[in-house]
């Protein structure tokens, strides 16, 4: 019987079928003598509402399932079977009242009340002797099946001797054809082999199909979309179909078209699956061109008008060929979620990566765990449109984290930067890591590889990941319980905020749901310890660099203020302001300050300043001070500290970046990490923007939780944020340059794989010595420098020239006009044409 009957049977215990005695009024009304009645069956409305649901169902051998089926289904312990030969009268009975039962409950004032009664009452079936299974035709049955069975013993041994007879023969006749076929079944077995390697990534890719829904329809039909949106559906259509039937390959046939017809309007379309081979062209220079296109995100227009130019680049059609063949071996999911996005399989893509790291690094040790860093980050992309990018790197890859190539995406979604997005967008992304993190290996080539997952990228998003509030919170520290107001405290040992006021993940978790929360508001989201969760050294420099930037311009500004106070009328105010921002473009660094406007349109008395890249953050920290030094634009009584303080910062940024392995080195980091809070607190109270008050979590994690991370993880510039941030401006390229906005983050993931599974063709670039250190660190600078005056001077000549020209010119001009006409060009100048009186 159907696994259907079985579910409805453990569904519907409450209600069973009892066998009762006959109604006399039912013998009376249909004028049979009780003797031909062999008992009767009392069948709850229940189970009648349930049987009008199942007929029609078809069982596992292919046969629709009718009420004399589901009548003997439900007997009690089954000790009896009505005959389908003679149970039409039941069948009909069953039917009449099982539609009769169904429209009793599904009236519209059936209430809960009247529900309930229903559900007491039932149908009192009588079921005649002649409708029953006779026992005597059971008995032959039975004495049938025991004879064939005695037969089937005894021809038993002979077929034993017959089956041993056969192997040997199946046996030699393998034999002699290997030896006639010789090197062919061999060659034949290699070919397999070759093409099972080739079709492992299509092989996952339909293993990953079955599982997913996504060729369900789950919007409107065809017939309802307009011409635009069927042509759209029929092209998804067409490549899912082409999917679905990889298999006539293998039959040695190929699809070459696939006609389909609406169901609504009769309607035919055609999909066209045969295209021109791209054999004859080289395909080395045809993946080449692919990769380049790609890489510099040049349209398909630009190549075709390129194409017709020259007869001996491929056409372009062979480039749309062979993108979309490598577009079918990406398996991309759509997000779940209300924001559109798409996602990777996260274990599938590391594995890949994995094995990719292990055949070139062939002097990786078994032994030593490959480490795998999980970053997201938001991306403005534009006005309407904002990404939110995860992406992993292998750390042991080196230099590579620090560039987009070292990091590969593995979903994109375009909605808001917050909680709620990370948990429902991401969230198989998150439930496969951590899967990966909990069983700590993942499986290459057959060989467990063991890994360790690490969790990094701004404040902001581990704050989020893990269910803690924001920066500006209470408690805002992700690795310790420390209150905001005691951050500038710097007379705890290192050990205070790493084990009496550590935090944990267990802990986390707990205090969410509590009622002292300590900034956990949420559950957290990954389940990576707090130790494996690193800050990201970029955005540490640019949190304080920005604190320290804000401060050296309000100070610039507060002393202007106080000489500009008793400066005489038409004197140039905001000197000291002027100089240091013509200083720093000295430097190299576009740099400029504007007052922020109202809604009115008037001055709002606060200022903004242009937002400067990580480089540029670099390069401001390192020659500044020495600009300072020689400037006289800060206050006498505090200049020394303040440039003492940029000085001191870059010291300690070099400092957590070098790949130092002394054993005390970070102790050293800790101690120059606290001096350079109290410097910086020292002067609060004196100059704007040093109070205690103003020592930000980045300062906090500086002093007492780098050093931890330092001692435990060595380098800690492999955890850098470059290769994210560099990762986002690729995805905004992407974005505007080889999108059409339609799907735009699926764009993104599918670019990026072509990228990385043509890798291969990018041009060795030839390797540069840089010999002169002093010419790249301040030469480079200078020489721009004239560059640019001598830029600036041609075109002041240029300029000069062109006004000497216009001068002859317009002398022509005024020559040939009438007085009308000298006249209407007077007044168009603002000049009167009045001659004055004689005085």
């Not at 919170?473 to 690795?479: E, K, N, R, T």
């Not at 400092?655 to 005390?664: E, Q, T």
Request: proline share 2%.
């Amino acid at each position: 019987m159907s696994d259907v009957l079985l579910d409805f049977e453990k569904k519907s215990l409450e209600f069973q079928l009892k066998v009762t005695e006959s109604p006399l009024s039912y013998i009376k009304q249909q004028c049979v003598q009780e003797s031909r009645i062999a008992l009767a069956i009392y069948i709850p409305y229940p189970i009648l509402m349930k049987w009008h649901e199942l007929v029609g169902i078809k069982d596992e051998r292919g046969n629709e399932l009718n009420y004399i089926d589901l009548l003997n289904f439900w007997i009690p312990g089954r000790w009896f079977k009505v005959s389908k030969e003679n149970g039409s009268r039941i069948h009909g009975r069953l039917r009449r009242e099982a539609g009769a039962v169904v429209n009793k409950y599904t009236g519209k004032k059936v209430s809960g009340s009247k529900r309930e009664e229903a559900n007491r009452k039932g149908l009192t079936l009588n079921i005649y002797e002649t409708e029953l299974v006779v026992p005597h035709e059971i008995e032959e049955n039975l004495s049938a099946a025991e004879q064939e069975i005695k037969e089937w013993k005894l021809r038993y041994k002979d077929l034993e001797k017959e089956k041993e007879s056969l192997a040997r023969g199946m046996m030699e006749a393998i034999r002699r054809k290997e030896n006639e076929m010789g090197e062919t079944v061999k060659t034949t077995e290699e070919k397999f082999r070759d093409i099972e390697e080739k079709n492992k990534e299509l092989s996952e890719y339909i293993q990953n199909l079955e599982k997913k829904t996504g060729f369900l329809c789950q919007g409107k039909t065809i017939d309802s979309l307009g011409k635009r949106q069927q042509s759209r559906r029929l092209k998804e259509l067409k490549e899912k179909s082409e999917i679905a039937l990889w298999f006539l390959e293998s039959h040695g046939l190929k699809l070459s078209f696939l006609k389909v017809q609406e169901a609504a309007t009769n309607e035919f379309h055609t999909l066209e699956f045969d295209q021109l081979s791209a054999n004859e062209t080289d395909q080395n220079n045809l993946e080449t061109l692919l990769f380049l296109l790609d890489k510099f995100c040049a349209s398909d227009e630009l190549y075709h008008e390129l194409s017709l130019l020259s007869e001996d680049l491929p056409r372009t059609y062979l480039i749309k060929q062979r993108r979309n063949e490598l577009n079918k071996l990406c398996h991309i999911e759509r997000t779940p979620g209300q924001y559109p996005g798409a996602q990777l399989s996260f274990s599938e893509t590391l594995q890949d990566h994995i094995k990719q790291f292990l055949e070139s690094n062939s002097n990786h040790k078994g032994d030593e765990p490959i480490k795998v860093k999980i970053s997201c980050d938001g991306a403005k992309m534009s006005r309407s449109a904002n990404f939110m990018i995860m992406s992993f790197s292998l750390l042991q890859t080196g230099d590579l984290v620090m560039s987009s190539k070292g990091n590969r995406t593995i979903g994109v979604v375009n909605g808001p930067e917050k909680y709620e997005t990370i948990e429902t967008s991401f969230s198989e992304i998150i439930n496969d890591i951590n899967s990966v993190n909990k069983n700590g290996k993942i499986k290459v080539n057959d060989k467990e590889i063991a890994v360790q997952l690490f969790l990094g990228g701004d404040y902001k998003f581990l704050l989020m990941a893990m269910g803690m509030s924001g920066a500006t919170s209470d408690y805002a520290c992700l690795w310790c319980k420390v209150h905001k107001l005691f951050r500038w405290d710097m007379s705890k040992d290192l050990s205070h905020y790493n084990e009496e006021l550590k935090r944990t993940l267990q802990e986390i978790k707990e205090l969410s749901s509590s009622s002292k929360k300590f900034s956990c508001v949420k559950s957290p989201l990954f389940t990576i310890e707090l130790d494996h969760i690193i800050l990201d050294e970029l955005h540490l420099m640019l949190r304080v660099t920005d604190k320290l930037t804000e401060n050296l311009i309000t100070e610039v500004m507060e002393k202007d203020a106080k000489q500009d106070f008793n400066m005489a009328r038409g004197k140039e105010k905001g000197v000291n302001l002027d100089i240091l921002i013509k200083t720093i473009n000295e430097l190299g660094i576009t740099f400029s300050l504007w007052e922020k406007k109202n809604a009115d349109g008037k001055g709002s008395g606060t200022y903004d300043w242009t937002s400067l890249v990580g480089s540029d953050k670099k390069k401001l920290t390192k020659l500044l001070p020495a600009k300072l030094e020689e400037l006289d634009i800060l206050f006498p009584e505090t200049k020394e500290t303040v440039i003492k303080l940029w000085k001191d910062f870059y010291t300690l940024y070099s400092l957590i970046n070098s790949d130092s392995n002394a054993g005390d080195f970070y102790l050293d980091i800790f101690q120059k990490s606290k001096d350079f809070v109290n410097l910086f607190c020292s002067l609060g109270g004196v100059r704007i923007g040093y109070e205690k008050k103003r020592v930000t979590p980045y300062m906090h994690a500086l002093v007492y939780h780098v050093p931890m991370f330092i001692k435990n993880h060595k380098n800690f510039r492999q955890f850098t944020g470059q290769g994210i941030e560099k990762n986002n401006d690729d995805a905004k390229k992407i974005y505007f340059q080889k999108s059409n906005k339609w799907d735009a983050a699926q764009d993104v993931l599918l670019l990026e794989h072509r990228q990385e599974a043509l890798k291969h063709c990018e041009r060795e670039k030839r390797q540069y010595t840089k010999r002169k250190a002093a010419y790249w660190e301040d030469g480079i600078i200078e020489t721009r420098k004239k560059r640019k005056r001598a830029c600036l001077r041609e075109l002041q000549n240029d300029h000069n020239g062109a006004d000497v020209q216009g001068n002859n010119l317009s002398e022509d001009k005024y020559n040939k006009m009438t007085v009308k006409q000298l006249r209407q060009e007077i007044k168009s100048i603002g000049k009167s044409t009045a001659i004055p009186c004689p005085s």
